[in-house]
C-alpha cells in the first residue's frame, strides 16, 4: 500500500520569509514519481514538479526548490522568499510504477503568507 | 491550448433531486479522474477511466454515483437522489498514459444541496 503524510495542517509566514513545506512518502514499488501540485484560493490545481525515484538531483526553479531524499523517504518543498501569491493548499502526490495508476495524495498544507 | 473543463461551475440542487456534472478533458489525454474535495479537506478519489478499459470504481462512495465517458473523451459524473453530505467540490483531472505523467485539473463544480 502507499501513503503519503503531509504533516503540517497549516503554516502561517511573514512575507520574505522562507518556508519548508514537508511530505514523507511509503511504497513497496522501487520505480515511482512524486508530484508537488498547488491549489490557490481560485481552486484549481496545478502541477508544479515531478521527481522519480530514480534521480535525486534537487531541483530549483526560481523561488521554489526540493529536496527528494530516498533515504528518509521525503520529497520536501521550499520556497524562499515567500510571497502572498504563494498563498495556497499544497498537494504532495505519489504514483508507484507496480499497479495502479491511480495516485496516492497527501491531505496538503495550507500555507498563508502574510503582508 | 484548452485545459481540463468542468460544468457547471456551480449547481445548487434541492435534496433527492439527480444532477449530472460534465468533465471535457484535454485533448489526447487517454486517462480521466474524478474527485471530491470537501470545504477544507483533501482529494477523495472517486473513478478512474483509462482509454476503452473498464473504469476503476473503487472510490465510488455509494450506488447513487455513477459515471461514463463517451468516446474515450467526455466523462459525466452523475449523483442521484442527492443528499447533503454531497456537498462538495468534484474535480476532475486527466493525463497522458503512464506512471510518470502529471494530471492537469479542471476548476471544478461546486455542488451545493439544500
Redesign the interface.
Known amino acids: 500500500a502507499q501513503k503519503v503524510t503531509q504533516a503540517q495542517t497549516e503554516i502561517s509566514v511573514v512575507e520574505k520569509e522562507d518556508v519548508t513545506l514537508d511530505c514523507v512518502y511509503e511504497t513497496r514499488d522501487t520505480t515511482y514519481y512524486l508530484f508537488w501540485y498547488k491549489q490557490p484560493p481560485s481552486g484549481e490545481l496545478v502541477f508544479l514538479i515531478r521527481r522519480n525515484s530514480f534521480d535525486e538531483q534537487n531541483e530549483i526553479s526560481g523561488r521554489y526548490s526540493w529536496n527528494f531524499q530516498k533515504s528518509t523517504s521525503s520529497f520536501n518543498f521550499t520556497i524562499t522568499a515567500s510571497q502572498v501569491v504563494d498563498s495556497a493548499v499544497y498537494f504532495c502526490a505519489l504514483r508507484g510504477s507496480g499497479g495502479s495508476y491511480i495516485p496516492t495524495f497527501g491531505r496538503g498544507t495550507s500555507l498563508i503568507v502574510h503582508p | 491550448g484548452a485545459g481540463v473543463s468542468q460544468s457547471p461551475s456551480n449547481k445548487v440542487t434541492e435534496k433527492g433531486k439527480d444532477v449530472e456534472l460534465r468533465c471535457d478533458p484535454i485533448s489526447g489525454h487517454t ?1 480521466l ?1 474524478w474527485y471530491r474535495q470537501s470545504l477544507g ?3 477523495e ?1 472517486l473513478i ?1 477511466f ?1 482509454g476503452n478499459s473498464a473504469p ?1 470504481k473503487s472510490g465510488l462512495p455509494s450506488d447513487r454515483f455513477s459515471a461514463e465517458r463517451t468516446g474515450g473523451s467526455v466523462s459525466t459524473l452523475t449523483i442521484q437522489r442527492t443528499q447533503q453530505e454531497d456537498s462538495a ?1 468534484y ?1 476532475c ?1 486527466s493525463s497522458l ?1 503512464g ?2 505523467q ?7 463544480t461546486r455542488l451545493s444541496i439544500l
Open positions: 486517462a479522474y479537506q483533501g482529494l478519489f478512474y483509462q476503476d467540490v474535480l483531472a498514459t506512471y510518470n502529471p494530471q492537469h485539473f479542471g476548476d471544478g
